[in-house]
């Protein structure tokens, strides 16, 4: 198979590392015999974390076929390569939508089974372990490997979140939910500061099957953490009219826009990012009553706008993600966003959500409590020195940070934030005794090494 | 009328786009090839995506004798067929068939040899039936002598030479017959070359063979503006082209 030792990087763009790619057409090529092995989807996690810098990167794009799909069960079996979008254009038309989703369907179901993403849903359905059947797992040595929260469990429970270190993802089965229509009911109403904000998302929790909160990053003094909480539920055949009623399950294709370049590192600055939220925040927060979008437009804004990556310039990005326990969230968001308002650093998209009960997976990031997500300017060591005072914060209120997400966090507070560690590890060794299965986040955050 | 049609060497990339699009059109399929594995999961890809019936089996391209035993069964599986699509090949590599006459033969039998034995078989069939089309996949590199892969080229031109004989043979019983050249396409053979540009994806390459067999064309490039790069090339004098490194 051809190689090709190619600079890459995560969504984020930051960092930037030197990788051997390999790209096999076949599951049967997934596995090769090197020192030093990781898988890599859609490279939609924003760090590192599908980043193998001196080492080979397995990209599983072309390995993307759908084995089965159960029309009345709604259960469908693919190898890993197949991405959501895929995924959505074969079985909503049926009836079905996946259980859990992240903010993009430009992800792989590996990916999705690495990182056990979470979506808008997670306080009433969990993480994306949650509708994962089986897996097939591609251990060293190339032996394939089923398992699932009954059948080779620890191997299950290391994989979902083991963010590609337990071996090659082959193939996921899922079990979808059913849908009348392709339309979600949403409503939104704007929280004039960050206790609001709270408030809306607590007492929308108990009705609203989807629930996230739009934050304004750049906002200040009183208005600090003001935003706009988004609630939604998938729409019964018999909430539409005229047409839609007649083909519910029929989508408009959305209409995609591309950044064809990178744009320059000054056009998102405080200046315009305020602007743009200010504006943002007066008309979402004001639209009143419940109103309908399709699928696309609820889950997936951003993959209308095909490289947004490319809006922050060529140094990139990195998006900050954390969760803190019910009961201290309040304090650790107020200070976290307090501590973006002192620095002056620019950040841009910042989203609120609530989650449920932690899964089993011993890696997993969800745990009950609140989630803050930003994203921020790669401005070098203003930014790393800001996060670091991130981590402190979450640590201090017994919360941790999302390596899907991550490109700096120090070791030993990766240590101090997953107390499931050492589980994982013995897991890992027994499927992975010679550590083939690295990436460039296991070694910076020391992941194999003992406690 | 979406009849069915055999895909020789079905699990290459742009046998593979192909294969999707005749899919999408609601033809059935019978896929052939070595790797019964990777078959399998091929066509059940093309049956869950497009809800049409997709069959697969082993085929043997060396294996001359079998061929026609081997058309017996997807006749007997699928009925007579509306078309096929010859997607098997060997790059191989010209420095090794220099010093290896077997590199040589292997390069000229795949692509040339093989590829006779089973579409003649083919051919009687479509003749017979009156109808129908064959698409063989030759090369740019078949199109002018390159000492960077002239054993290639050669077994891929002569491939297009027979296409082109059966074009002219079968035209009148009413079976086209499509030459298709690519050029650079994004496959495991192109993969991570140096100097690739404009690399067209396998899915858009196989949606434009269909296109061209429906079309009853005779000879597409793909990407198309390769038949304009391969006319300047051609058109280079013997004596200068003789001196240039390609």
Redesign the interface.
């Known amino acids: 198979?051809?190689?090709?030792n190619k600079d890459i990087a995560g969504w984020g763009r930051y960092p930037v590392q030197r990788c051997e790619?390999v790209?096999?057409?076949?599951?049967?090529e997934l596995w090769s015999e090197v020192p030093s092995l990781l898988a890599r989807g859609q490279g939609r996690s924003y760090g590192d974390a599908a980043l193998n810098e001196g080492g080979r990167v397995v990209l599983t794009e072309?390995v993307n076929?759908?084995?089965?799909?159960d029309r009345a069960q709604g259960i469908v079996r693919a190898?890993a390569g197949v991405t959501l979008a895929e995924l959505l254009a074969?079985t909503v038309p049926r009836g079905w939508f996946p259980l859990v989703t992240p903010g993009t369907k430009h992800v792989s179901l590996g990916g999705c089974v690495a990182a056990d993403v979470h979506g808008k849903n997670h306080h009433h359905d969990g993480a994306f372990s949650r509708s994962v059947r089986e897996l097939e797992l591609i251990t060293a040595g190339g032996r394939r490997l089923r398992c699932s929260a009954q059948e080779n469990a620890a191997a299950f429970q290391a994989t979902v979140g083991g963010m590609g270190l337990t071996g090659i993802i082959g193939e996921v089965e899922l079990q979808l939910q059913p849908i009348e229509s392709v339309y979600i009911r949403a409503r939104h109403q704007g929280a004039a500061h960050l206790e609001d904000l709270f408030r809306l998302l607590q007492e929308s929790d108990g009705d609203a099957r989807y629930s996230v909160a739009w934050i304004d990053l750049m906002s200040r003094g009183a208005a600090l953490g003001r935003g706009v909480v988004m609630n939604g539920d998938h729409a019964a055949r018999d909430e539409l009219s005229g047409g839609r009623r007649l083909t519910p399950l029929r989508l408009a294709p959305a209409r995609v826009r591309n950044i064809p370049c990178n744009m320059p590192g000054w056009l998102l600055n405080s200046l315009s990012i305020r602007a743009f939220n200010a504006q943002y925040y007066r008309r979402e927060g004001s639209r009143s009553g419940s109103f309908l979008l399709d699928y696309d437009a609820f889950f997936y804004p951003l993959d209308t706008l095909t490289n947004w990556n490319r809006l922050y310039g060529r140094r990139g990005f990195v998006q900050y993600q954390c969760v803190v326990p019910t009961a201290s969230a309040l304090p650790a968001m107020r200070q976290l966003l307090q501590h973006l308002a002192d620095s002056g650093h620019p950040a841009f998209l910042g989203v609120l959500k609530r989650m449920g009960a932690a899964g089993a997976a011993y890696l997993s990031f969800p745990m009950e409590g609140y989630t803050l997500a930003m994203d921020l300017p790669m401005q070098g060591a203003a930014t790393l020195a800001l996060l670091d005072a991130f981590d402190a914060v979450v640590l201090q209120y017994g919360g941790r940070v999302y390596l899907a997400k991550d490109a700096r966090l120090a070791p030993a507070s990766f240590r101090a934030m997953y107390p499931q560690l050492a589980e994982w590890q013995r897991a890992r060794r027994e499927l992975d005794p010679h550590g083939v299965f690295s990436s460039s986040l296991s070694r910076r955050l020391g992941m194999e090494e003992g406690a | 009328m979406s009849g069915a049609i055999l895909i020789l060497g079905a699990?290459s990339?742009i046998a593979r786009g192909a294969a999707a699009a005749w899919a999408q059109r609601g033809h059935r399929l019978y896929l052939a090839g070595r790797?019964v594995?990777?078959l399998r999961?091929?066509a059940?890809?093309l049956a869950?995506?497009y809800g049409v019936a997709v069959h697969f089996g082993t085929f043997d391209a060396a294996a001359h004798d079998s061929h026609a035993a081997f058309l017996q069964r997807v006749n007997d599986e699928m009925g007579e067929l509306e078309g096929v699509l010859l997607a098997f090949g060997y790059l191989g590599s010209q420095a090794k068939a220099a010093g290896d006459f077997r590199e040589t033969l292997a390069i000229i039998n795949r692509n040339f040899v093989d590829a006779v034995s089973i579409l003649n078989l083919c051919a009687d069939q479509l003749e017979q039936r009156g109808r129908g089309f064959i698409a063989g996949i030759a090369s740019v590199a078949g199109d002018r002598g390159r000492q960077s892969n002239y054993t290639y080229g050669a077994a891929k031109g002569a491939f297009a030479l027979y296409l082109q004989g059966l074009r002219n043979r079968l035209f009148p019983a009413g079976v086209r017959v499509l030459t298709i050249k690519p050029g650079f396409v994004d496959?495991?053979m192109t993969?991570?070359?140096p100097g690739l540009f404009l690399v067209a994806a396998p899915a858009a390459v196989g949606a434009r063979i269909v296109a061209a067999t429906e079309r009853g064309r005779d000879v597409i490039y793909v990407p198309w503006f390769w038949r304009y790069i391969m006319l300047i090339i051609r058109s280079i004098p013997e004596r200068l082209f003789k001196r240039l490194k390609l």
Request: no cysteine; hydrophobic share 45%; glycine share 2%.
């Open positions: 198979m051809n190689t090709l790619l790209r096999p057409e076949r599951h049967a072309r076929r759908f084995l089965a799909f190898e074969l | 699990t990339a790797d594995e990777s999961r091929d059940a890809d869950i995506r496959t495991a993969w991570g070359m």
